[in-house]
């Protein structure tokens, strides 16, 4: 990157180079804040304790129990989160856009997502704990109104699996209505004039055509969802004190002592997140340049 | 008949998807609110409020963490706002390498990245391949843990700042401003603070109040840095207080509503999703 920052094209002429300076500012903060420090983690992968390169690291993640347990609940929270929220999201986007619902509702929900997309870590955990927890309010309603105590006749539990998932989703659907509003705007009504001219009933439109048409942003979002909830750290420390071991969760442990006793398979670690969002941000923009090819 | 008909035509999934959602987003606030009441045994009140607002360990943490945003801010306006100006008007073939740098972050999560910083700059930072030093380590000083933090907040509010910065100046001709100005004799500074930044204010003041809402609670850099922010403050008070803990809750979530109200004010409805979460 600061190759190209320096020297652009070969055969452009000699006073080009003068432009680029005017973005060199935010080159280097960009390689002292986000490159160096993400790269630093990669060649920390490939590094033996003496020092000299290895592919022990790399290898090692994918031999330790414990690690692939923690990836593994990490993706596991992280996909139902993002289906959950992505098709309770849809519905709801669905209902204040094409479902009929007065106008007014329609603001009134696109705000409120704002909000709650945006309210995460520590104060939404302890609104789970306060909701849901052993004496929440929820769960007293509960045992009040339907005589079942949630934590002693049932298996739930908050700050287990389901329970920091369905934290996770207070910031998830919000998310998913905000990204579907738009795109069930998109909708032409042209499209649904004309099936219903060529003599198509309601499903008929429904899953002959617009699901079609909003497929790739309807997937495309879900994996945004995903990355989303894959990178969520404070959240779950909040709330599960670091109990539930989700990847950030080891990663934390391991920045604040190594705790793998083995500063490169941290590294590693870290790294494998990386990938793995890099993947999903790379699906999600693929998806994006395919929904772009009728919602526009 | 009449009413029959008008029955049916209540959509009632959309009604019942709308009702669940509300309930989603309602139920924890009530709960979380009800809960901050009941400080003192049978009597419904402020107490746990006050209690909270009362430690000057919350106002210092508060006061900081308000800093820092405010810096994030003002250093993120100076970094982004002629990069985004320049690329603009004078090099478009720079579009696709910044736009995706500024994407970086949702690759890089908080955790990710101050695992990164920590282990750049905990050690001193030298001329490369010499044994000069030029500046000692950044998390060994409190100046150094600032700086160092506010980058990473730089960083991560860097795609949302971006993108409210290049969209304002798309809907006011950067182009034909500038030539303007500089028939008028203007040098490049005056441009940029007197004619492109007025243009943008509302752009500007969306990723900014996006900005804030990502530094004001953040706990994962705040932390693992270890400097006196609102965040871990608050995180340290659930461990040993259950009340004002849930009061502070509810009060950060009327002040990132406060802060989403002001974007939806000055953007015309257009509603963006960050967080550090």
Redesign the interface.
Known sequence: ?AQ?ALN?KSSSPGSDWK??L??T???L??I???V???L??VM?SFTNDEGRFTFANVLQLFQQQSILDAYWLSIRISAATAIGGGI?GF??A???TV???PKP?R?A????????????????????I??LGRT???TALIKNLFGVNLYTQTEFDLYSFWGLSLT????Q???M??IMAPALDGLKREWREAAENLGASTAQYWFRVAFPVLLPSILGSMILLF?????????A??LTGGRLGII?IQ??A???GDVLHNPGLGYAM?MG??VI??IS?MGYSWLQKRSERWLR | MNLLARIRRI?F???I??I??AL??L??????F???LRMERDVIGFKAYIRAFEDPEFLKTFLYSNVLALMTIIASII??V??AY??RL??P??RR??EF?T??????????????????YSSPVKIPFSDITLLKPLTTFEVGTDILIV??Y??LGLPYMYRSVDTGMRTVDVRTLTEAAQSLGANWFTIITRVILPNIRAALLSGAL?TF??VV????LAS?LGVPAF?PY??LL?QHRAYE??A???A??LM??V???L??LFTG?Q???????
């Open positions: 990157m190209t652009p432009k680029w005017g973005v500012p935010f080159f903060f960009a002292l804040f986000l160096l420090p993400s630093r983690l920390g309770f519905l709801l669905y209902s204040v479902g009929g619902l509702l603001s929900l696109i705000t409120f997502s704002g909000v709650a997309s945006n309210f995460a870590g520590v104060p939404l955990a302890f609104a789970f306060a909701t929440g309010f929820v996770y989703m207070y910031f659907f919000p998310l209505v905000l990355g989303n909830a894959f990178g969520a750290y404070a959240t420390y909040a950030t990663i934390g391991q920045i604040r870290a997140m990386v969002m890099a941000l | 959509p999934w959309s009604w998807w709308f669940l959602g989603y987003f139920l924890p606030l009530l709960a979380t009800n809960f901050s970094l982004i002629p990069t320049w690329i004078r090099l073939e720079a390498i910044v740098i994407l970086l972050p949702f690759v890089v999560p908080a955790i990710i990245l101050v695992f990164g910083l920590i282990r750049i980058a990473g730089m960083v996006l809402a990502i609670g953040e706990v994962t693992f965040g608050l995180f659930g803990p849930a502070l809750s509810f950060s979530f990132t509503w802060a989403m109200g974007i939806q409805g509603g963006q999703a960050a967080g550090a979460h």
